[in-house]
């Protein structure tokens, strides 16, 4: 039973235009939600967070937006840059637990 | 400082063989993770520990072991070798607790270690 949905493999954008990654869940318990960027033969590396009690987080070019209603969160990439090609993952942590569950992962692709 | 260590980067294996994943954390983390990534499956928890001595299973515990005997290292063990584990593995840690706002760090990730079963 997969509890974060990544439902778009992959997704190609034009550079300058905006990046929008979905990700869903079905476990209302999640508390803390992440995205982590992962490029070919190199780990994951953290891109940017956000606490359930918030419904938004930016940081430069990226913002996380937190539907808790909707069991929904998706990272918007404004503007897109080709160093911005990777697979993205959506993570979730389940309050009072240390387990970090993640989505099956976005391949975007930021065209030139 | 080097962060996340994982030992070795890459290993080919026969059914039925044993070997050890080591990954080592200079970051005095107190949790640490066994991630495998696949094709389509993302990224899925093996076992986990929080502190030294201590583990716990995740999302795919079968035909593995860990061993957490000094905090600043987890050890993957494969003791029979399946081709369905065929995988690269990531190694995370974390520190303690929960995290104070949004924007925070939570997982720190090793390169991989890429390890194919014939």
């Known amino acids: 039973d997969q509890q974060v949905k990544q439902n778009s493999p992959s997704l190609s954008v034009q550079e300058g235009r905006i990046s929008i990654l979905n990700c869903d869940y079905t476990n209302s318990m999640f508390d803390y939600f992440l995205w982590y960027k992962k490029y070919p033969a190199e780990g994951p590396t953290f891109l940017i967070s956000?606490?359930?009690?918030?419904d938004k987080n930016e940081d430069g070019r990226f913002t996380v937006f937190l539907n808790k209603s909707a069991k929904h969160l998706s990272l918007h990439i404004v503007p897109s840059q080709p160093g911005d090609s990777a697979v993205y993952f959506c993570?979730?942590?389940?309050?009072?637990?240390?387990?970090?569950?993640f989505g099956t992962g976005t391949r975007l692709k930021v065209l030139a | 400082n080097a962060g996340v260590t994982q030992t070795p980067k890459f290993r080919v294996l026969k059914t039925g063989q044993s070997m050890t994943l080591l990954c080592a954390q200079d970051m005095n983390h107190e949790y640490m993770y066994w991630y495998r990534q696949d094709p389509g499956m993302g990224l899925r928890l093996i076992h986990y520990?929080?502190?030294?001595?201590?583990?716990a299973k995740g999302e795919v515990p079968d035909g593995y072991n860990v061993s957490r005997l000094k905090k600043q290292n987890f050890l993957l063990g494969l003791e029979s070798a399946a081709p369905s584990q065929t995988s690269v593995y990531f190694c995370?840690?974390?520190?303690?607790?929960?995290?104070?706002?949004?924007?925070?760090?939570?997982?720190?990730f090793g390169a991989g270690s890429r390890l194919t079963v014939l």
């Open positions: 520990s929080v502190g030294e001595g201590t583990t």
């Open positions: 995370a840690s974390s520190y303690k607790g929960i995290p104070l706002g949004s924007g925070a760090n939570v997982l720190t």
């Open positions: 956000i606490s359930s009690i918030k």
């Open positions: 993570a979730a942590r389940s309050s009072g637990t240390y387990k970090y569950i």
